[in-house]
């Protein structure tokens, strides 16, 4: 009932807004874009208060007994290792694998700290270059991700609300097979006895041009690394489209606006929020891949993921491996910050 | 952390019925009659954790791990146990069977006298190939030519997969260029670094597992590979009934051999045990198991009259002194060799 009341405000509002203003001149369609997204925040703000309100009913040890857990778990497992990691990007590899000791025994063996594996970074381009490498390749399968994902959320989101779980379902049914399975199963259908590459031979043969591999190439990592991120687009949006109040676009309709009218002006700004919650959780996991380059990668197809696993095990230079993880973090943490900031500004604007 | 390890440890060590085995073996690389043999014959039983490389297993020792009685390292992971002093030293005088092992595998650099390490399987690294399909484009196999020189590879491009393996790649580089595998004078590794980015464009990929598949159904007609699973490809390919089939050839160059010799790990909790099983792993029938099995080397001179015959007479598993001869095993590298060679692979990656 009281979410009846919580949706009936902002789209009131919106409804006398837009009777006020008709969604032509481009200032003032700027200016809904925000209103909407105004409306919510307003939306989910009393929702989110309420549910702060009733923790603070919770008596002290109660509110710890919640929140001690996943804290204690993040500390331990999450914070303690990003500090052993930063810990060993300072010291020297071990002879065999490992660390070297940070207090020698042996005064002529290396040990202490150095800042040598940063200066090892920082003097070759290799290392940027990869780095700028892997972040293509996740740029590229977050654009095709939401390119692909965007559609479908909408169709699942617009369907009759019987069908939407099963269709839900059949989005995540893949996660019921194991991750590398369904890679492995990837080389079938791209390996040149498939039909796929017959296919692809057979038109560009077709125009006289010579027959590829799909397999073991850059294409194949790409598709794979598609086909496993695409739910983690599809389901952030759907929760975002879904909430959507199908009165807006009635009223949108009502005065005048077409389809790619009401679809640009009313549900895509709307959507932002889930845009980016996707993005985030396509785009961070395909930077640290190595699986699918390693199985479907031809001769050229190392991303930065792949060099860290390499340090730790055939290399055996933690030191070095530490760095480039830590690298790697800051290039996330800075990502994160700049999608929050993307997304934040436009909370400020409203 | 090292410490939580050892405490998971314990606590599964608690939980353990008496007269258990510890292994730490490279997958499929022991045959489960002979296991079952050995749980009757000694009353224990056998619990088995795999690796798929020496890196693996060196890293997860590195991180703590411990408890196993044996592990069966190549070479220059061993010695690098050795001189960690992680292992526990043999007492030869319940090995017996240790004089059924060939003299040419005992003594080597890694382990002289062999105080800590008795020979177990060996395997080549070398060349895999399509018989039919070599045949049909008149390509040599018996030279690493055929997978770095773009004369012979335009005619398989695609077609043709390098291991994944920077010292394995490495090894066979230098090997064409005349030098030891075990060459560590920076020029010669660029000069073969720069072979590998030549050759790079023909090779399909640096494949370190799937390419027994690719071989079996033939997608792939030549490889870099390891003898036992280039005699796996081959199998594979008969049990299919496929048209073609599938063998290999050590280059005239030479190539590398690894040898994997059993070892007791200090935090072995039974010593006694892993003896047994090790002199029992030693009688000529066990150890031929394992070649029939999978088609490896055998350094056992007893074991070769129970190997099928097929396998005892192929030449890249069981060589002839002439290729012996040029069989080279690897040395560990230092570690600023080893990231001097990372950073080559890197670039090798890239380019």
């Given at each position: 009932?009281?979410e009846?009341?919580?949706?009936?405000?902002p789209?009131a509002r919106?409804?006398r807004?837009l009777?006020?203003v008709?969604?032509?001149a481009k200032?003032?369609?700027q200016a809904?874009?925000k209103?909407?997204?105004?409306?919510v925040n307003e939306?989910s703000?009393?929702?989110?208060n309420a549910g702060?309100?009733?923790t603070a009913v919770?008596?002290l040890?109660?509110?710890?007994?919640v929140?001690?857990?996943?804290?204690?778990?993040l500390?331990l497992?999450?914070?303690a290792?990003?500090?052993?990691m930063?810990l060993a990007?300072f010291?020297y590899?071990g002879e065999?694998?490992?660390?070297?000791p940070?207090?020698a025994?042996?005064p002529?063996?290396l040990h202490?700290?150095?800042?040598e594996?940063?200066?090892f970074?920082?003097?070759?381009?290799?290392?940027?270059?990869i780095?700028?490498?892997?972040?293509?390749?996740a740029?590229?399968?977050t654009l095709?991700c939401l390119?692909?994902a965007?559609?479908l959320?909408?169709?699942?989101?617009r369907s009759?609300?019987k069908s939407r779980?099963l269709?839900v379902?059949l989005?995540?049914?893949p996660?019921?097979s194991?991750?590398?399975i369904r890679i492995?199963?990837?080389?079938?259908?791209?390996?040149?006895?498939a039909?796929l590459?017959?296919?692809?031979?057979g038109?560009?043969?077709?125009?006289?041009?010579?027959?590829?591999?799909?397999?073991?190439?850059?294409?194949?990592?790409?598709v794979?690394?598609?086909?496993?991120?695409?739910?983690f687009?599809v389901?952030p949006?759907y929760?975002?489209?879904?909430?959507?109040?199908?009165?807006?676009?009635?009223?949108?309709?009502?005065l005048?606006a077409?389809?790619?009218?009401r679809f640009?002006?009313?549900?895509?700004?709307l959507?932002?929020?889930?845009i980016f919650?996707?993005s985030?959780?396509?785009?961070?996991?395909?930077l640290?891949m190595?699986?699918?380059?390693d199985?479907?990668g031809g001769?050229?197809?190392?991303?930065?993921?792949?060099?860290?696993?390499?340090q730790?095990?055939?290399?055996?230079?933690?030191p070095?491996?530490?760095?480039?993880?830590?690298?790697?973090?800051i290039a996330?943490?800075?990502c994160?910050w700049?999608?929050a900031r993307?997304?934040?500004r436009?909370?400020?604007?409203? | 952390?090292?410490?939580l390890l050892?405490?998971?440890?314990?606590?599964?060590?608690?939980?353990?019925?008496?007269?258990?085995?510890?292994?730490y073996?490279w997958?499929n690389?022991?045959?489960e009659e002979?296991?079952t043999r050995?749980?009757a014959?000694?009353?224990?039983?056998?619990?088995q954790d795999?690796?798929?490389?020496n890196?693996e297993?060196l890293?997860?020792?590195?991180?703590?791990?411990s408890?196993?009685d044996?592990?069966?390292p190549?070479?220059?992971?061993?010695e690098?146990?050795?001189?960690q002093?992680?292992?526990?030293p043999l007492?030869?005088?319940k090995?017996?069977?240790l004089?059924?092992?060939?003299?040419?595998y005992?003594n080597?650099a890694?382990?002289?006298?062999?105080k800590?390490?008795?020979p177990?399987a060996?395997t080549?690294t070398l060349i895999?190939?399509?018989v039919?399909?070599?045949?049909?484009?008149?390509l040599?196999?018996d030279?690493w030519a055929?997978i770095f020189?773009p004369?012979?590879?335009?005619k398989v491009?695609g077609r043709?997969?390098?291991l994944?393996?920077?010292?394995e790649?490495?090894?066979?580089?230098l090997?064409?260029?005349g030098y030891?595998?075990?060459?560590?004078i920076?020029?010669?590794w660029?000069q073969?670094r720069?072979?590998?980015?030549r050759?790079k464009?023909?090779w399909?990929?640096f494949n370190a597992s799937s390419?027994i598949?690719?071989?079996?159904?033939?997608?792939?007609?030549l490889v870099?590979?390891?003898?036992?699973?280039?005699f796996?490809?081959n199998?594979?390919?008969?049990?299919?009934g496929?048209?073609?089939s599938?063998?290999?050839s050590?280059?005239t160059?030479?190539?590398v051999?690894?040898?994997d010799?059993?070892v007791?790990?200090?935090t072995?909790?039974?010593?006694d045990?892993a003896?047994?099983?090790i002199n029992?792993m030693?009688d000529?029938?066990n150890?031929a198991e394992?070649?029939?099995?999978i088609?490896?080397?055998?350094?056992n001179?007893?074991?070769m009259r129970y190997?099928?015959p097929e396998?005892?007479?192929?030449?890249a598993?069981f060589?002839?002194s002439?290729?012996?001869?040029?069989l080279?095993?690897l040395?560990?590298l230092?570690?600023?060799q080893?990231?001097i060679?990372?950073?080559?692979w890197?670039?090798?990656?890239?380019?």
């Open positions: 009932m009281s009846n009341h919580t949706r009936l405000t789209t919106l409804n807004w009777k006020n008709a969604c032509a200032a003032r369609r809904a874009k209103r909407s997204l105004h409306g939306h703000e009393p929702v989110a702060l309100a009733s919770f008596r040890p109660v509110k710890w007994l929140s001690g857990p996943p804290f204690i778990f500390l497992f999450f914070a290792p990003g500090i052993i930063v990007s010291r590899p065999f694998g490992g660390l070297a940070v207090i025994t042996d002529n063996t202490g700290f150095t800042l594996t940063y200066r970074f920082f003097s070759d381009l290799i290392y940027t270059e780095f700028a490498k892997s972040f293509l390749v740029l590229a399968t095709i390119v692909m965007y559609p959320a909408l169709l699942i989101a009759p609300k779980n269709m379902l989005v995540i049914l996660f019921a194991n991750f590398l492995y199963a990837w080389m079938i259908l791209l390996g040149p006895q039909v590459s017959h296919l692809v031979n038109l560009l043969g077709a125009f006289g041009m010579a027959p590829v591999h799909l397999l073991f190439s850059s294409f194949a990592v790409l794979a690394m598609v086909y496993v991120h695409l739910p687009m389901l949006l929760t975002n489209l879904e909430k959507h109040d199908p009165a807006l676009l009635d009223a949108a309709r009502d005048g077409n389809a790619w009218q640009w002006c009313v549900t895509f700004p959507s932002l929020p889930g919650s996707g985030t959780l396509v785009f961070i996991p395909v640290g190595f699986a699918i380059p199985i479907l001769t050229g197809d190392m991303l930065i993921g792949n060099l860290i696993k390499e730790f095990l055939g290399t055996r230079d933690w070095f491996g530490s760095t480039l993880s830590i690298m790697l973090t996330v943490l800075a994160v700049l999608a993307l997304g934040g436009r909370k400020r604007h409203a | 952390m090292r410490g050892l405490f998971l440890l314990l606590l599964a060590g608690n939980a353990r019925a008496e007269g258990v085995l510890h292994i073996n997958n690389y022991i045959s002979t296991v050995f749980e014959q000694c009353a224990c039983r056998v619990m795999y690796y798929s490389d890196e297993m890293a997860k020792l590195a991180a703590g791990a408890g196993y044996i592990i069966v190549t070479g220059n992971a061993m690098s146990l050795i001189r002093k992680a292992l526990r007492d030869k005088s090995l017996p069977n004089r059924n092992i060939n003299p040419a005992l080597t890694f382990d002289p006298d062999n800590y390490s008795v177990y060996y080549i895999g190939y399509n039919e399909k070599m045949r049909e484009l008149g040599p196999t030279t055929v020189e004369e012979y590879l335009k491009k043709i997969t390098v994944d393996s920077q010292r790649l490495m090894a066979a580089a090997k064409y260029l030891s595998a075990n060459d560590t920076e020029a010669h660029k073969a720069d072979l590998i980015i050759a464009p023909y399909a990929a390419y598949k690719e071989l079996t159904i033939g997608d792939v007609w870099h590979g390891y003898s036992n699973d280039i796996q490809a199998l594979d390919a008969q049990k299919a496929r048209k073609f599938i063998a290999s050590i280059p160059q030479g190539a051999l690894a040898l010799s059993m007791l790990h200090k072995g909790p039974r010593p045990l003896h047994r099983f029992f030693l000529g029938k150890s394992l070649t029939n099995l088609g490896s080397g055998n350094p001179l007893d074991a190997i099928k396998i005892a007479q192929n030449p598993i060589p002839d002439q290729h012996q001869a040029k080279e095993m040395h560990d230092d570690r600023n080893r990231r060679l990372s950073r080559m890197t670039e090798i990656k890239l380019r």
